[in-house]
Structures are given as structure tokens and as C-alpha cells.
């Protein structure tokens, strides 16, 4: 089989030099031989990196807690879809699910599952992960853009919006990606309209020697799930910024390349075999939604959002299983990474909007309570 570097060496060759997206398309999402699609280990110890849910169960938990006094905050309705974006391999959806049905029984009949992942290698492993789940018809696989037969609903994505394929811009044009003598070289062209509206709205103009990324499909998938949700939430939590903290000169040149728990800002290493992410433009996903309707409400940090759900019950979800002192030391650790600065805490931020919902009883919600950070608009 065609190894994936002369596959792309073989496009630029037909087509000439592809946009930075187009290349990342192609690490992360071709069908057979992209990073998501290769039935290979990514997430945990044995892959490239950890996301919360491959910490501790613990955040899952927490999140079903907050999904169920959203459910309560829109009338505790017979039937409300919850929607995850890029579930990964089903952790996130296993915690949330069997925590559900253990401690809130009455939003666990209401509720029903919904995966939107793209990877088909990813939909098996979770077929096996939730194989139960699925014959009970609690889950289901579904599409991004198809509306929930008008139920309430809650469209999660954790860590979903890093990995949508960027634009990287620089002063001397938008990124493109060609072929000389085997090795991939980096050109430039001028930007689109689209690249420069973006970076004139929600982003800064880059200095000289300076890479900003822009992302025009975390654009459209945002635009797609704001005209989606009639009635309902829309909660990401994933590393990133507001624009504020750009002008303040953070944040810019934010991609970056991970392979085995290590971070390369070489992308053209061994295409395929790493992940490919940067920093969220919150402020960016905030505009749209709020464009489409839905009204944003305080960015909140990891660390905020998860300690305002968890103060209620010293974060009992945490230690139910523990028995021995050393099996509450290996869990405090765990939580400890989700939340303090050092960890997970600081650099992932929560981003809530809702529509069709009263704005006072959603402030209430346990994890927007906690902190106050500036409004993003
Ligand atoms: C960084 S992983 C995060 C996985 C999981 N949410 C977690 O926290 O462990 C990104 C996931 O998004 C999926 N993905 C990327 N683009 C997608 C799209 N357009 N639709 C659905 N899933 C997508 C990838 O296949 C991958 O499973």
C-alpha cells in the first residue's frame, strides 16, 4: 500500500501546492491511512496523549451531573438528545451514560446518545466499547447536521474543535504546502477574503516572522450546530484563547505536532503517524453562535467550570469507588490534573451558549456559578 507521504506528494503533483488544511486533512483524515483513521493506539498512556477522559472517570461524571440540571433547567422533558462531537473511542459517552443511569435515573430514561465520529476505525471501537448500549437503543450513531426531531438538545464537544484542519497565515501570505526532492516545502499565497475577514473580526494581523492559525471549519461546524439547536446547549471545552488574549500578544503560532506525549512544531515529520492541533478560537465559535441565535455565557476555565460542579458533593463522584487511603491518593492526583493551573485546569476552557432557554436559571447551573471570567462576544 501507498505510503501517505506519496500519496500528498502525488496531489501537489497533480494539483499543485495544497492549502496547510489540505495537508492536515490528509495526516489526520484520510480514509485508510490518516492518524484518526489507522486502527492505531492515540489517546492514553500507550498512544500520543491524554484527554480528560482517559484521566479518570471522574470527568464524565461531573459533566452528567451538569447535563442533568441542564435537562431540569429545560423542564425535565420526556426526551432530550445529547450530541457529542468526535467522541474519540466512547469513554466520555461510557462515563456519562453509566453514571446517568446510577445517580439520576430520571434524566437517564429521558436521555438519548448521540455520536458524530468521523473516523470509521473510532466508530468500531466505540461499537465495542458500547455494544450494550447500542442494542438498548440508548445510542446511536448520527450526523452533525441532522436536527433532533425538535427535542431539547445538548451538543457536547470535548476537544473536537483543535482537530478540525486550519489555514496558517503568516505576513507573507496563507500557507501552502508543495514537494521538492522528497521533502515538503512551505510557500505562500495571497490570503482569501474568508482568511482575511477572519483575521480583521476575531483574530490579530500577524507581524513579520509571526504564524497565526485560522480556522474557517471550525466556522462552519459551529454555524452548522447553532442553526441545529432549536431548543438546548452547546458546551465545548477545549485549550484555547479569546481574541483579547491575542492582542495582549499571547496565543499566536499556537500549532503544534504530538507523537508519543511529545510536542514537535514540525508537521512534515512522519505525516500520519502524528497528531496535528492548535489553540481554540473561542472568540471566533462565540460570534457565530451568538450570529445563529444562541446566546453565550461566561467562558469559563476547566478549572472553574469543573470545581463549581464538584464543590456540591466534595467531589464524592470522584471517590465512590475507593476503598483503600491509597486508592483516594491515586484519584486525588487524577482530579488534581483536571483541575489545578499545572494540569488541565487553566488552559482548557468551558464555552456554554444556549437557545430558547431563560438566561437567569442557566447562570445558575453549578459550572457557570464558580468563576467569572469577561463575557466572550
Ligand atoms: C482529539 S480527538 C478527541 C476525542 C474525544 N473527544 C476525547 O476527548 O477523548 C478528536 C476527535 O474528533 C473526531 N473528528 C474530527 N473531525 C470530525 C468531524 N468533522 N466529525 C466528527 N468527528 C470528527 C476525530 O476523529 C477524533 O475522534
Known sequence: MKELRQKIEDEIRERGPIPFSRYMELCLYDPELGYYSRNAAQFGKAGDFYTSSDVHAVFGRLLARQFEEMWRVLGSPDRMTLKELGPGRGL????????????????FRALHYVLVERSSALRERIEQVLSARFESGKVAFGRGDETPEHNPVIVF??????????????????????????????????????????LDRYSVHPEPGERLEVS?????EMQVI????????????DYGFTREEQLAGR???????????SVSANPYEAPGEQDITADVNFTALAAIADRHGMYNHKLQTQSQFLLGIGEVNQFADAFEECRL?????????????????????????????????????????AGLEFGAKARVT
Not at 474557517?216 to 462552519?220: G, R, T, V
Open 216 to 220: 474557517l471549519l471550525a466556522q462552519e
Open 251 to 261: 496565543h499566536r503560532g499556537t500549532m503544534k505536532s504530538i507523537r508519543q506525549h
Open 325 to 365: 487511603p491509597q486508592e483516594h491518593a491515586k484519584v486525588a492526583l487524577q482530579l488534581k490534573h483536571l483541575v489545578t493551573p499545572a494540569g488541565m485546569g487553566e488552559s482548557f476552557h468551558v464555552l456554554v451558549a444556549s437557545k430558547g432557554v431563560e438566561k437567569d436559571k442557566v447562570a445558575t447551573l
Open 226 to 237: 447553532a442553526s441545529t439547536v432549536h431548543r438546548g446547549f452547546f458546551v465545548a471545552i
Open 157 to 198: 464537544a470535548n476537544e473536537f474543535f483543535d482537530a478540525l484542519p486550519f489555514e496558517i497565515l503568516s505576513s507573507e501570505g496563507s500557507l501552502r504546502v508543495d514537494t521538492r526532492e522528497g521533502h515538503f516545502v512551505e510557500t505562500w499565497a495571497p490570503p482569501s477574503p474568508q482568511e482575511m475577514e477572519f
Open 92 to 107: 466520555f459517552a461510557q462515563d456519562v451514560l453509566d453514571w446517568s443511569e446510577k445517580k439520576f435515573p430520571d434524566f
